[in-house]
């Protein structure tokens, strides 16, 4: 028996280009076949929902009402729920997992680090890092940046990449992983509850922590999903 988990969506209540809810992104995952998901909005450098000018506690609190939100209705429904985030640097993003909410009440300004220091910073404390969709092309990205040295895997398969370019900017990102030996996954960077890409992962038993997940990517027992 495997166990489906989306590991890239964002709520509107973090991210600001996303349209659902947390618990309406429970209720559709659950709809759709998944055991659980990471709940990965736009962190406070990217295309965040919370408004910049809140003190640190409150923007953090107000970042995570799409987990809170995801995590009690997923509990109610049978969803598991983990908490992420999506770091942002000029265009480059890093989906970071294992950390919490407390994590990010205790370094304020984590947001304003260099993109080196920070990922240093995240996984010094426990977390893990995937480079999200590495070589998308849109109007606000005008150049690739990778740092193979500084994550633990790369998203080779985002579902939201699609048609023909999308299917070029993840082979893309498999050369990447392969060139530099890097664990690779898939995640679907889903926004909107009528709009799931059908990414993801699929592994051999149900995830206690997000630390598995590391676990199964690190050692290849992933199934990628949205090829």
Known sequence: MS??????LHTCQGSACASATGAEM??????????????TDHFFNGNTAVPRGLPWRERVNQFCLGFEDALQEGTRVG???????????????????????????EHEDVDRLSPRKALALFRQGGGFVVQAHPFRERDYIDHFQLFP???????AINAANIGPEGKL????????????????????DSHHID??????????????????YLQWMISGKLKLMGE
């Open 195 to 212: 709009l799931l890409y059908g990414g993801g992962v699929e592994v051999p038993g149900k995830m206690e922590t997000p630390a598995d």
């Open 79 to 105: 969803l598991q729920v983990f908490f992420g985030f999506e770091y942002n640097y000029h265009g480059a993003e890093f989906l970071v997992y294992n950390l919490d909410k407390q994590w990010l009440l």
């Open 26 to 39: 429970a209720r559709a995952h659950l709809a759709a076949g998944y055991t659980g998901i990471f709940i």
């Open 149 to 155: 040295r500084d994550i633990d895997g790369v998203e």
């Open 169 to 188: 900017m993840n082979q893309r990102a498999f050369e990447y992983a392969r060139m530099f030996q890097l664990p690779v996954t898939s995640g679907s």
């Open 3 to 8: 166990y489906r988990y989306e590991t890239h």
